[in-house]
Nanobody, 115 residues
C-alpha cells in the first residue's frame, strides 16, 4: 500500500507563488510516475504536471512556463513550484503516484488565488 501526504497549499494573491510538496510512503517501486492534478468546484479533476522516475516531465498547457515539477527519488517526494498564480488556478490540488497497474491519491490541498 502507498500513502501520499501533500502540504504547502494556502491563500495567495494574483501574481504570487506557492510550492506544494508530496511525500510518498509505503511500498514504492523504483520506477513510477508522480504528479499533480487539480479539481475546481463543479469541474473534473485535470492533470497539472507529471514527472517520472527518470525526470521526464509533462505539463498542462495552462501552466506551462509558470509551474515546475521536480522530485527527490531518495526521499520519495515530488514538488510543484507555482509562479504567476491567477484566480483560475484556484482548486484542490491532489498528488498522484502511478506504479504498475495501480494509482494512488493524496487527500488534496487547497490553493486559493485572490484577485
Amino acid at each position: 500500500q502507498v500513502q501520499l501526504v501533500e502540504s504547502g497549499g494556502g491563500l495567495v494573491q494574483t501574481g504570487g507563488s506557492l510550492r506544494l510538496s508530496c511525500v510518498a510512503s509505503g511500498s514504492i517501486f523504483t520506477y513510477n510516475t508522480m504528479g499533480w492534478y487539480r479539481q475546481a468546484p463543479g469541474k473534473q479533476r485535470d492533470m497539472v504536471a507529471v514527472i517520472n522516475s527518470g525526470g521526464g516531465t509533462g505539463y498542462a498547457d495552462s501552466v506551462k512556463g509558470r509551474f515546475t515539477t521536480s522530485r527527490d527519488n531518495a526521499m520519495n517526494t515530488v514538488y510543484l513550484q507555482m509562479n504567476s498564480l491567477n484566480p483560475e488556478d484556484t482548486a484542490v490540488y491532489y498528488c498522484n503516484l502511478r506504479q504498475g497497474l495501480k494509482s494512488y491519491w493524496g487527500q488534496g490541498t487547497q490553493v486559493t488565488v485572490s484577485s
